[in-house]
């Protein structure tokens, strides 16, 4: 987390690390220009190594999943509800 994340609230903290491990996993993709943050365009071919990345925050304790009171259901649930909230395509697409 940054130094200024004690001003977000645990939604926005639940946000960035879902966001993180989807980064990861390749679900999420960044763009190389702008880097704003896009779904991949097939993210269900990297639905086993989210699914991974997830089992094991939760599993090694990470503080991070105490956000998500070490629940998986909780921590897919952030994925979905961050995935919703992304842009279709990267703005410099359309450039």
């Known amino acids: 987390m940054g130094f200024l ?3 977000l609230t645990t939604r ?5 690390v879902a966001t993180r491990i989807c980064l990861e996993s390749g679900r ?3 763009c ?7 779904e991949s365009r097939d993210p269900q ?3 086993p190594v989210t699914d991974d990345l997830v089992s094991r925050l939760v ?13 998986e259901t909780e921590v897919h649930r952030a994925i979905t509800r961050v995935a919703k909230a992304l842009p279709y ?7």
């Open 45 to 47: 071919a990297s639905q």
């Open 28 to 30: 999420f993709v960044m």
């Open 5 to 7: 994340d004690f001003l």
């Open 89 to 95: 395509h990267c703005i410099c697409e359309s450039i």
């Open 12 to 16: 926005q903290k639940q946000d960035k």
């Open 59 to 71: 599993r090694e304790g990470r503080a991070d999943a105490e956000l998500f009171n070490r629940d």
């Open 32 to 38: 190389p220009v702008c880097h704003g943050v896009t």
